[in-house]
């Protein structure tokens, strides 16, 4: 016998999470909707494996009259008009900040690596409003597994204005901001100290003159002969993995000793730099490749280069066990969502949904299964519910 749902006054902080998001419609006689239920049933429509708006609409009529002992729905279920356009008014600056107060008690002892990468919604374009696929940037804490946060950015671009702003809105105390290289700018660096945190920022072209500088730097350092008197400390750290058929050597190295290059004064923070050497082998061909880094992190020990070589590692999950994750298992490249601010509230949801199906620990299949489990079974679909 499934059990009972939660009664209306009680039900868990994921349905909660949105409360205090103001309702973007006049009050008006044909207002029929409550608009804590529109929401409500859509996080866990989308629990359920929901994916657009019409299967949203699906989903809640057929799991009415057990959606009506939890929820007001004092008309029944809304149409997936209704709750598309209210979606599309709905304040996504105000939507953000109630997920983000929600992530941070969730997120609130855990220490790490922050990885912040952008993605953008491909299928999200309106041509009728004169705008492209919206660009997000995702805040995600790989340690836990759980999206803390996102930004909607114009293009990629502007992701060098967003990622401070993004910054500011966490707790970086005890954590590392990971950046790739777009990035790696003095304004993200200072954000990150401004938080209490650290940074690890990767160093591309896009900053020649200190990509050419750090590259000259550990050239000159790990030159196989260098007289005594020139020679400077540096450590390393070194991690082998095998799978798919490929052997791969990440040899990580870094140096405190910066005083040589001028243009670093200017960095807030900046301690370390650091060079990350990946051998890959598959079959018979070996390649060899060099990234280069800027951190705030110390370079003295072993094991600093331990903990800097795994924060670069770990920058990477952010693709895997996001981006990756909302495209193939919930299909949001494919989502058509696309009038006002629709395509980036139900981002939102999603990454609600993926932190749920993180917490949840028991089920052993993947995101879209254990989405398919809740769409199914009400049992479960509760348990998972009540772990944000």
Known sequence: MPTAPTPRSQLPKSLEVFSSVDDPRREHPTTLHKLTDIIALTIMATLGGAENWVEIEFWAKSQ????????????????????????????????????????????????????????????????????????????????????????????????????????????????????????????????????????????????????????????????????????????????????????????????????????????????????VESERTVGKKTTIKHRYYLSSLPAATADHAADANHAIRRHWSVENEVHWVLDVAMDEDLNRSRVGNSAQNLALVRKLVLNLLRLEKSSKGGVKARQKRAGWDRDYLLKVLVLG
């Open 64 to 275: 009415r009259q057990w959606l009506e002992t939890m929820l007001e729905l004092p008309h029944g279920v809304p149409s997936h008009d209704t709750i598309s356009r209210v979606f599309a008014l709905l304040d996504p600056g105000q939507m953000v900040q109630a997920f983000t107060e929600w992530t941070s008690e969730l997120a609130a002892h855990v220490e790490g690596v922050i990885a912040l990468a952008g993605k953008t919604v491909r299928r999200s374009m309106s041509a009728s409003e004169g705008r492209g696929p919206i660009h997000v940037v995702n805040a995600f804490a790989a340690g836990s597994h759980l999206v803390l946060t996102q930004l909607k950015v114009d293009d990629k671009s502007n992701e060098i204005i967003a990622l401070p702003r993004i910054i500011g809105m966490l707790d970086l105390k005890d954590r590392v901001a990971t950046v790739d290289a777009m990035g790696c700018q003095v304004e993200v660096a200072k954000a990150v100290m401004d938080q209490h945190g650290d940074y690890m920022l990767q160093i591309k072209d896009n900053q020649p003159t200190l990509h050419d500088d750090v590259k000259g730097l550990f050239d000159w350092a790990l030159a196989p002969v260098l007289p005594q008197d020139q020679r400077i400390s540096w450590v390393e750290s070194e991690s082998r993995d095998r799978g798919h058929g490929r052997l791969e050597r990440r040899q990580c190295t870094g140096i405190e000793a910066l005083e040589g290059i001028d243009i670093l004064k200017r960095w807030p923070g900046a301690r370390s730099v650091w060079r």
